[in-house]
């Protein structure tokens, strides 16, 4: 068997003490009432949104929307509810 020599200090060093420890899920209802960016800016910060949707699923996401999916993140309607991921972040359909 080789000898094998493990620093830990220095593995340490570099390690991001800014790393995100997990996903963080926000509740939230899409009324109009919250402005578009800060939905965006959720998701840059890794965040999923679970909104329920009151009024016109379209109008009211017409402003995040389609920058969310340039982006890299997914949008799912699920009955009143919309899921929005950020990039690398999907939802699986494929129990519906």
Do not use: C, K, Y
């Not at 982006?71 to 699920?78: D, K, P, Y």
């Not at 009955?79 to 990039?87: D, N, Y």
């Amino acid at each position: 068997m080789a000898d094998f020599n493990l620093d830990l200090r220095s593995v340490e060093e570099h390690i991001d003490g800014d790393e995100q420890e997990g996903t963080q899920i926000t509740l939230g209802i899409l009324d109009g009432t919250t402005p578009g960016e800060e939905w965006i800016a959720a998701t840059e910060r890794g965040e999923v949104l679970v909104l329920a949707v009151d009024g016109d699923l379209n109008e009211l996401a017409s402003s995040f929307a389609r920058e969310i999916s340039e982006s890299g993140g997914e949008l799912v309607h699920f009955r009143e509810f919309l899921i929005v991921t950020p990039e690398g972040v999907s939802v699986d359909t494929d129990r519906l």
